[in-house]
């Protein structure tokens, strides 16, 4: 089956690394994504990572994947309160054609001065 | 400003109306899709449109809902007879297929539409 889940909430203090994690079912996902919502807002594109990588960083942000126990995580470094916003994770199944996206329900971070 | 765009951002209406969105993708981009986000939850997948071919539906998308992307360019979802349920955020996303099959390109959204149904 396809499935996606995430922890719904995480506070950190600001200047501190935030770790957002993901687990998910479908062991022929080949893509998975992170995805940042800010309020009324649409989704904006973060990052991704193939399944045959185990880590990618791109600046203050560091993806890292275990395929065997089908977990991401998300590593903001320096959070900063512009970062408080909904993160989402998100799979390309693998039986997919389409390219269609299967989400989590979301992790809120809140950033504290 | 070349990125996806929605109109309209917001729609109030009441039940039992017609409702009709529009999504215009990026310029070029061959593959457009439908998700719909309630509230406190992430986005689920509702239809995909490939050129103008409507190539999957969701078992979301009941017999109210329907979807057209003509000429493959923008593309329309309606709702008719709207109920309290279709309450939603509804995004749209577009992208660029830069291999003969396979899901291997990156999805970029709308603002979305958010609808109210009273």
């Known amino acids: 089956g396809e499935d996606v889940e995430q922890s719904l909430f995480l506070s950190v203090r600001e200047g501190d690394s935030s770790v957002i994690n993901c687990t998910y079912t479908?062991?022929?996902?080949?893509?998975l994504y992170w995805y940042k919502q800010e309020p009324g807002a649409g989704l904006q594109l973060l990052t991704y990572?193939?399944?045959?990588?185990d880590m990618k960083q791109d600046q203050r942000l560091t993806v890292l994947l275990n395929k065997k126990d089908k977990h991401l995580s998300l590593r903001i470094a320096d959070t900063q309160t512009g970062d408080s916003a909904i993160y989402f994770c998100?799979?390309?199944?693998?039986?997919?054609?389409?390219?269609?996206?299967?989400f989590g329900q979301g992790t809120t971070l809140q950033v504290k001065p | 400003d070349t990125g996806v765009s929605q109109n309209p951002r917001h729609k109030i209406t009441k039940r039992g109306q017609n409702v009709t969105f529009r999504c215009d993708p990026i310029?070029?981009?061959?593959?457009l899709y439908w998700y719909r986000q309630t509230l406190g939850q992430g986005p689920e997948f509702l239809t995909y449109?490939?050129?103008?071919?409507?190539?999957?539906k969701s078992r979301l998308l009941s017999d109210r809902f329907s979807a057209e992307r003509p000429k493959g360019s923008f593309s329309t979802l309606e709702i008719q007879r709207t109920e309290q349920g279709d309450s939603a955020m509804y995004l749209c996303?577009?992208?660029?297929?830069?291999?003969?099959?396979?899901?291997?390109?990156?999805?970029?959204f709308g603002p979305g539409t958010r609808l109210t149904v009273l």
């Open positions: 449109f490939q050129n103008e071919a409507q190539l999957e």
């Open positions: 990572i193939f399944s045959n990588m």
């Open positions: 998100a799979e390309v199944p693998g039986s997919s054609n389409t390219g269609k996206l299967i």
């Open positions: 479908d062991s022929s996902s080949t893509y």
């Open positions: 996303a577009s992208s660029l297929a830069t291999l003969p099959s396979g899901p291997r390109d990156t999805q970029y």
């Open positions: 310029s070029e981009h061959n593959r």
